[in-house]
């Protein structure tokens, strides 16, 4: 091949040098020559053969060829440049798009959950704490508990409710509990609000409003919470070190024990 290539090069180097070739063609032989050693040797002992004035023409005209030459190449090179940018920014675009597209569909929890697949109910402690508990019994997917403050004709609407992602992702690992406690109100007031709707303000149901008795919570769950204040007063009391961070003791995990089994005490929260 490369000999063929040399033998096509001579053939067309008298035709250069007469200046009759085509543009294609002294392209051709310029390109091939500032690789070859040989074939340029044999073009320069050509060109040296030639009368001194056809050669000056030649040499200028030849000059002028190879600077439109180099000229052209930088252009086909910055097009080169800009079709492969144009392609890497296409493709980071691409990139980008699929991963706001994934964290939209799969990880923002932005659609409510419809009220059929879960319950919301209200009690209250002896100690005036409100707690809103769910049973989501029926639920497979993870998702996260959203509230909200309306005024309607000046009442004060508190909306609960249950989120989950557009693609509804599986649970996760530890988020089997489908009976618990998902919001605790401490409220000064005798009642934590005029109405509690579980939902949207365009699909809710009322679990509570203002005038209805608020069921008493079970010894049980008095029992647990008086155990988390005790646990978060003796947390708040624990020393720190240097970095000011909390240093842990065995009885932490004691703490953690006893709550647990408080907790799994509760039957408003029983997974049976």
């Not at 033998?7 to 040098?17: F, G, T």
């Not at 190449?73 to 890497?88: E, G, P, V, Y």
């Not at 309306?150 to 489908?178: C, E, L, N, Q, W």
Request: charged letters at 30%.
């Amino acid at each position: 091949m490369k000999k063929n290539e040399c033998n096509v090069v001579r053939d067309l180097m008298p035709l250069v040098l007469d200046r009759v070739a085509s543009e294609e063609s002294r392209e051709i032989v310029e390109t091939h020559i500032a690789s070859c050693e040989e074939c340029r040797k044999q073009y320069d002992a050509m060109k040296a053969d030639l009368p001194e004035e056809t050669r000056a023409e030649y040499e200028e005209e030849q000059k002028q060829f190879t600077d439109a030459l180099k000229a052209v190449k930088k252009k086909k090179l910055r097009r080169r440049i800009r079709l492969i940018a144009l392609a890497a920014l296409a493709c980071m675009a691409a990139v980008l798009i699929g991963l706001f597209a994934y964290d939209a569909l799969f990880w923002k929890m932005t659609v409510p959950v419809d009220n059929q697949y879960y319950s919301l109910s209200l009690c209250k402690t002896t100690s005036g704490l409100y707690v809103i508990t769910a049973d989501a019994s029926q639920l497979d997917f993870d998702t996260m508990t959203v509230s909200e403050d309306a005024f309607v004709d000046g009442r004060d609407i508190m909306y609960v409710r249950f989120m989950a992602t557009p693609i509804h992702t599986p649970a996760s690992a530890g988020s089997g509990i489908k009976k618990s406690d998902v919001m605790t109100m401490e409220s000064s007031m005798e009642y934590p609000a005029d109405e509690i709707r579980q939902g949207t303000p365009g699909n809710y149901i009322t679990i509570w409003k203002k005038g209805d008795p608020v069921p008493a919570a079970s010894e049980e769950m008095e029992r647990y919470y008086a155990l988390e204040k005790a646990y978060k007063q003796w947390f708040s009391a624990l020393p720190q070190n240097e970095d000011g961070m909390v240093v842990l003791e065995d009885e932490f995990f004691a703490w953690q024990d006893r709550l647990d089994e408080a907790r799994n005490a509760v039957p408003e929260w029983s997974q049976n």
